[in-house]
């Protein structure tokens, strides 16, 4: 029994790690070139 709790705290030890926060996605949309105008 003892075994299979060290296994399992073992295994469940990595689950809650916290690193540090990433940088920023540089997610920035392509600048428009042509403009459509939408008929309404």
Do not use: F, K
């Not at 030890?13 to 309404?40: D, F």
Request: cysteine-free.
């Amino acid at each position: 029994m003892r075994r299979i709790l060290t296994a399992l705290a073992a295994v469940l030890s990595g689950y809650g790690y916290v690193a540090g926060p990433l940088p920023p996605l540089a997610n920035i949309p392509a600048r428009v070139t042509e403009r459509a105008r939408q008929a309404t």
